[in-house]
């Protein structure tokens, strides 16, 4: 997967990548989406993408998308309204998000886990037909059952 730095993202990009990142780290546990560990860093990084100086306090805007996201289990489909982000600005908003959801659903520091939603995402951003072993190579250079194990340590 390599990037290219010049590249920009649309809205609906995004939230493909969100969705399907968010998915793969789901699949290696085993939760749900509906888990406020993941639908936190899908509304927040909507929430940072939309107000880059937002705060945490500003995602419980987002309680409505976060209910969709808990019955939908994907964030719906959003029309692209021109807008377009940088790859160091979605990475920037995709680990902001993840550091505001674990503080504030774990009280804690982003773990494993969240560490292979945000590694997830970026990398389907970058290929969409990404697969979780090209994630773990990737982005670990381990193999996928090494980083599947401690995404499971994580959840538990």
């Known amino acids: 997967m390599h990037t290219n730095p010049y590249a920009?993202?649309?809205l609906p990009e995004i939230v493909a990548a969100l969705n399907d990142g968010v998915g793969m780290a789901v699949g290696e546990t085993a939760l749900t989406i509906a888990e406020a560990r993941f639908t936190w860093p899908m509304a927040g990084t909507l929430l940072r993408l939309t107000d880059p100086e937002a705060t945490a306090a500003g995602i419980g805007q987002y309680d409505t998308l976060?209910?969709?996201i808990e019955t939908g289990y994907a964030i719906p489909e959003l029309p692209d309204?021109?807008?377009r982000w940088t790859r160091d600005q979605v990475s920037e908003a995709v680990n902001w998000a993840v550091d505001q959801g674990a503080n504030a659903v774990r009280g804690g520091c982003a773990d494993d886990l969240d560490n292979l939603l945000v590694n997830a995402v970026m990398s389907l951003l970058d290929d969409p037909h990404a697969e979780f072993e090209d994630v773990a190579v990737?982005?670990?250079g381990e193999e996928p059952e090494t980083v599947s194990r401690w995404a499971r340590d994580a959840a538990a």
């Open 81 to 83: 309204d021109g807008r």
């Open 8 to 10: 920009t993202f649309s």
């Open 138 to 140: 990737e982005n670990y």
């Open 66 to 68: 976060r209910a969709q």
